[in-house]
């Protein structure tokens, strides 16, 4: 691959700190292809092969030409599908319109983050969490700030759904903590409230 040339990449991309998982899963299959025998516990996805409905379906539909540019938000098919989906299985009323189809998680988050986040405002995450949040959260100028759960504690979507709705939007996360006026993001603010008021009899 040609070296790209130097001043030619944005400073906040080279700022970006690498996906320490996804090198340890590179470094595991260039020592597969030099023979060893490799097992991976790096990244989180099944250890069985993609079931073979699925595999048929896609070579259905690329046989039949389904190839081409969809829906912006994805097919209207398959949004109505996942909104029957959340309604039969997790008794949520989504409409089609509320759901995006996308090819992993990564892109919605970063979208998610960019429409959320102005320069500079603060997001408290879990610590530990995920790693590639406090990233993305840089790349469109906020600044992650992290609440380190107590021991033994969690913060479950039972958690989420039983916390209070935030009352205090116009504080930051630090002035929360500590008790004093001022402003922050309201989806830190839950997130931090969450963790402050969750019940720890009801984390799963
Ligand atoms: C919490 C969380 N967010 C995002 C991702 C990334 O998902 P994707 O590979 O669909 O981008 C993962 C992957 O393990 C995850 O655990």
Same mark, same amino acid.
């Given at each position: 691959?040609q070296?790209?040339?130097?001043?030619?990449?944005a400073?906040?991309? *080279?700022?970006? $700190?690498?996906? +320490?998982a996804?090198?340890?899963?590179?470094? %595991?299959?260039?020592?597969?292809?030099?023979? !060893?025998?490799?097992i991976?516990?790096?990244l989180?996805?099944p250890?069985?092969?993609?079931?073979?409905?699925?595999?048929?379906?896609?070579?259905?539909?690329?046989?039949?030409?389904? *190839?081409?540019y $969809?829906?912006? +938000?994805g097919?209207?098919e398959?949004?109505? %599908?996942i909104?029957?989906?959340?309604?039969k !299985?997790?008794?949520?009323?989504v409409?089609?319109?509320?759901?995006i189809?996308s090819?992993?998680?990564?892109?919605?988050?970063m979208?998610?983050?960019?429409?959320?986040?102005?320069?500079?405002?603060?997001?408290i995450?879990?610590?530990?969490?995920?790693?590639?949040?406090?990233?993305f959260?840089r790349?469109?100028?906020?600044?992650?700030?992290f609440?380190?759960?107590?021991a033994?504690a969690?913060?479950?979507?039972?958690?989420?759904?039983?916390a209070?709705?935030?009352q205090?939007?116009?504080?930051?996360?630090?002035?929360?903590?500590?008790?004093?006026?001022?402003?922050?993001?309201?989806l830190?603010?839950?997130?931090?409230?969450t963790?402050?008021?969750?019940?720890?009899?009801?984390?799963?």
């Open positions: 691959m070296t790209p040339v130097k001043g030619h990449i400073r906040r991309a *080279t700022e970006i $700190t690498p996906f +320490l996804m090198e340890l899963m590179e470094r %595991a299959k260039t020592l597969e292809l030099e023979g !060893r025998e490799i991976y516990l790096c989180g996805e250890d069985f092969p993609t079931p073979e409905p699925i595999v048929k379906a896609a070579q259905k539909a690329m046989l039949a030409g389904e *190839t081409r $969809t829906h912006s +938000l097919r209207i398959l949004r109505e %599908a909104a029957e989906h959340y309604q !299985r997790y008794k949520v009323t409409d089609p319109e509320q759901v189809v090819s992993g998680t990564s892109p919605l988050m979208l998610l983050f960019a429409a959320l986040c102005n320069p500079d405002d603060e997001v995450l879990t610590d530990p969490g995920y790693a590639c949040y406090p990233n959260i790349f469109v100028g906020a600044k992650p700030r609440f380190t759960n107590p033994g969690g913060v479950s979507a039972t958690a989420r759904r039983r209070p709705v935030d205090r939007q116009n504080q930051s996360p630090a002035d929360q903590l500590a008790g004093k006026p001022g402003r922050v993001n309201p830190a603010s839950r997130t931090c409230n963790c402050r008021t969750a019940d720890p009899a009801g984390l799963g």
